[in-house]
């Protein structure tokens, strides 16, 4: 078997998995070429897609819908990443076994967005790790959030306070739209 790129490790698996790519906001377009942007991901397997996304309930923030048509944002691409052998009931299994890691009051654009859900299954389906470009906001801003923390630990340039009104982060943080079916339905609604 042939793989496309050296980085796809060669599987015997017989089903596609693809990492679907959307786009954020519309400056995306020229951030791309730049090496730059904020993007969400989705992980399309068996015809279904499933992605990660933030509501303020503890029940899981998994959801999935069509492929490449997830609401509130732009299809930019889709990537394959490999190959698995992983049932339609095995892949609901998985997302059941993530659903307690990823629920939706956990969703934290730095340290655990949509990104970093896709990059786990990818590699749980199929051994890859997502591109790089893909999560490379998150890594930035997280970069930032380290430096401020090095200099408010060296000095009082920037205010600890819990009481400010700006965020801690360098870039805003991005808002998360309706989603598509979650995995676990949320608790029904009181009376």
């Not at 892949?91 to 076994?97: D, G, N, S």
């Not at 380290?146 to 982060?169: A, C, V």
Request: proline content about 6%; aromatic content about 8%.
């Amino acid at each position: 078997m042939l793989c496309r790129r050296s980085s796809i490790q060669c599987s015997h698996g017989s089903v596609p998995v693809y990492l679907n790519v959307y786009d954020l906001t519309c400056i995306n377009g020229y951030a791309y070429w730049l090496g730059l942007g904020a993007y969400h991901s989705g992980v399309q397997v068996h015809g279904v897609e499933y992605a990660f996304g933030g509501h303020e309930h503890s029940t899981t923030g998994i959801f999935e819908g069509e492929p490449k048509q997830c609401d509130g944002f732009t299809f930019r691409k889709s990537i394959l990443m490999g190959w698995t052998d992983v049932s339609p009931g095995g892949v609901r299994r998985l997302m059941e076994e993530l659903a307690q890691k990823y629920r939706g009051n956990t969703y934290n654009l730095i340290t655990k967005n949509c990104n970093h859900f896709s990059n786990d299954v990818c590699i749980k389906l199929t051994g890859n790790p997502i591109p790089s470009w893909i999560n490379r906001l998150a890594r930035l801003d997280q970069r930032c959030e380290e430096e401020k923390k090095k200099l408010r630990s060296s000095s009082n340039i920037f205010p600890t306070s819990s009481n400010s009104s700006s965020s801690s982060s360098c870039s805003p943080p991005l808002a998360t739209t309706r989603r598509s079916r979650s995995i676990n339905s949320l608790p029904p609604s009181s009376p």
